[in-house]
């Protein structure tokens, strides 16, 4: 059985707005992203889950605690998804790894060539990305899968900051979901991001191109989420995953 990380001992509150702005690097961000317990309705759900455990996992540590994103400082690309899963990187303490999304993602990220390895199984696995960043609007596990709009709202200076931190090198994003798309378009408004008008709406295979006050542009490439809904039903197949990948990855210019 896989490790997965031994929860340290939380740190003093955090206020999200204050600690993320001042967070000077991705890595003090994480740090910080990991001590908040500013949502009472998540923090409760994440440390019962963490408390219960699922059967299949009941010999492991969870990670329990708000899940910070994963990836190099540098990274070009972004993939933005919706919420750490319960039983998956709220055990982990890696955005989605340890649960089915997690595998068809993982698998392939590897296949286009952007993961050193086609399984992420736990946040100690050695794993890496290239070039490529991992997060989500929301950082604690919701019941449900359904954040409210206030958590979102609540959550989204950690993303906001995340951004800015990436900008310098940032080019392309795929965002996983109407739910991401919608609250990631409202980040980057505020953060100065000029969002085409009318607003660009999701699905698969949407493209938007954001530009900012100095002449940058990014690009937001919507693929359907990952979920177990999506690719047993066939919605999302591996094809449709790995084109959508492989052109944000040329995009981004991480392309051999």
């Given at each position: 059985?896989?490790?997965?990380?031994?929860?340290?001992?939380?740190?003093?509150?955090?206020?999200?707005g204050t600690?993320?702005?001042?967070?000077?690097?991705?890595?003090?961000?994480?740090?910080?992203v990991?001590?908040?317990?500013?949502?009472?309705?998540?923090?409760?759900?994440?440390?019962?889950?963490?408390?219960?455990k699922?059967?299949?996992?009941?010999?492991?540590?969870?990670?329990?605690?708000?899940v910070?994103?994963?990836?190099?400082?540098?990274?070009?690309?972004?993939?933005?998804?919706?919420?750490?899963?319960?039983?998956?990187a709220?055990?982990?303490?890696?955005?989605?790894?340890?649960?089915?999304?997690?595998?068809?993602?993982?698998?392939?990220?590897f296949?286009?060539?952007?993961a050193?390895?086609?399984?992420?199984e736990?946040a100690?696995?050695?794993?890496?990305?290239?070039?490529t960043?991992?997060?989500?609007?929301v950082?604690?596990?919701?019941?449900?899968?359904?954040?409210?709009?206030g958590?979102?709202?609540?959550?989204?200076?950690?993303?906001a900051?995340?951004?800015?931190?990436?900008?310098?090198?940032?080019?392309?994003?795929?965002v996983l979901?109407?739910?991401?798309?919608?609250?990631?378009?409202?980040?980057?408004?505020?953060?100065?991001?000029?969002?085409?008008?009318?607003?660009?709406k999701?699905?698969?295979?949407?493209?938007?191109?954001?530009?900012?006050?100095?002449?940058?542009?990014?690009?937001?490439?919507?693929?359907?989420?990952?979920?177990?809904?999506?690719?047993?039903?066939?919605?999302?197949?591996?094809?449709?995953?790995?084109?959508?990948?492989?052109e944000?990855?040329?995009?981004?210019?991480?392309g051999?």
């Amino acid at each position: 059985m896989n490790e997965t990380h031994s929860r340290a001992p939380e740190p003093g509150p955090v206020e999200p707005g204050t600690s993320a702005g001042e967070a000077s690097t991705l890595a003090e961000l994480d740090e910080a992203v990991t001590g908040c317990r500013a949502c009472p309705r998540l923090v409760s759900w994440r440390e019962r889950v963490a408390e219960e455990k699922r059967a299949a996992f009941r010999g492991q540590e969870y990670w329990g605690r708000p899940v910070p994103g994963f990836g190099p400082s540098d990274a070009s690309l972004a993939l933005v998804g919706l919420a750490p899963a319960a039983h998956g990187a709220n055990r982990t303490g890696r955005m989605f790894t340890g649960d089915r999304s997690g595998e068809v993602l993982y698998r392939a990220l590897f296949d286009v060539g952007l993961a050193s390895a086609p399984h992420s199984e736990s946040a100690d696995d050695g794993l890496r990305l290239y070039g490529t960043r991992i997060t989500a609007p929301v950082r604690c596990a919701p019941p449900a899968n359904k954040p409210t709009p206030g958590e979102r709202d609540t959550c989204s200076p950690w993303l906001a900051r995340e951004f800015e931190l990436l900008r310098p090198t940032l080019r392309v994003v795929v965002v996983l979901g109407g739910y991401g798309w919608q609250a990631l378009l409202a980040v980057l408004a505020a953060s100065g991001w000029r969002v085409p008008r009318p607003k660009p709406k999701f699905g698969h295979g949407a493209r938007a191109t954001l530009r900012d006050a100095a002449g940058g542009e990014l690009l937001l490439l919507g693929c359907y989420h990952v979920s177990q809904q999506n690719t047993f039903t066939g919605r999302l197949t591996p094809e449709m995953l790995r084109a959508v990948l492989t052109e944000a990855k040329d995009s981004a210019g991480l392309g051999e």
